[in-house]
């Protein structure tokens, strides 16, 4: 089976957003600084009775530290492919092959330790913060089955499609 595709901007976006909700320790990570940016100010205001000018700053700093990380990060990937439109994935009884202007990648499906469906993509995870990233929009159910049958048959360990 073959897919050819464009990979938006959104799309790298929210399949890096996907990954990244797939993994606690992730999480963990890209909630921390939020966390931080809501408790300086309250610390702040039950320690001293008001927040100073610094203290807030600093706090919207922390709050906006993160998305625009991953906006930043997302554009620099985005950039880099740009003269790449189209993504080609062929996927057979082999394994998965990912091809572009700029590389050719072709994994057997003994890598992969999950096939899933998630937040609007199948999910071919070859570690835990890896994956490559196919939005939904651009396969239909049979495929999908077909892809699922073929990640059985290729005894990849855990396969939620």
């Given at each position: 089976m073959q897919l050819e595709f464009p990979f938006t901007f959104r799309d790298r976006l929210?399949?890096?957003?996907?990954?990244?909700?797939?993994?606690?320790?992730?999480?963990?990570?890209v909630l921390a600084f939020p966390?931080?940016?809501?408790?300086l100010p309250i610390v702040a205001y039950a320690t001293s009775?008001?927040?100073?000018?610094?203290d807030w700053l600093?706090?919207?700093?922390?709050?906006?530290?993160?998305?625009?990380?991953?906006?930043?990060?997302?554009w620099l990937g985005h950039r880099a492919y740009a003269d790449t439109p189209l993504h080609t994935y062929i996927i057979d009884a082999q394994g998965v092959r990912s091809r572009s202007a700029h590389m050719e990648l072709m994994q057997d499906w003994a890598v992969f330790q999950a096939v899933v469906k998630r937040r609007g993509f199948l999910m071919f995870h070859f570690r835990k913060r890896c994956a490559h990233c196919i939005p939904l929009r651009h396969l239909d159910s049979?495929?999908?089955?077909?892809?699922?049958?073929l990640a059985r048959a290729g005894k990849v360990a855990?396969?939620?499609v």
């Open positions: 929210k399949a890096g957003l996907a990954v990244t909700a797939a993994c606690w320790l992730c999480m963990i990570w966390l931080l940016g809501i408790a009775g008001h927040v100073a000018a610094s600093l706090a919207g700093l922390l709050l906006a530290f993160v998305p625009a990380l991953s906006l930043w990060t997302t049979a495929q999908i089955e077909r892809i699922a049958a855990r396969v939620a």
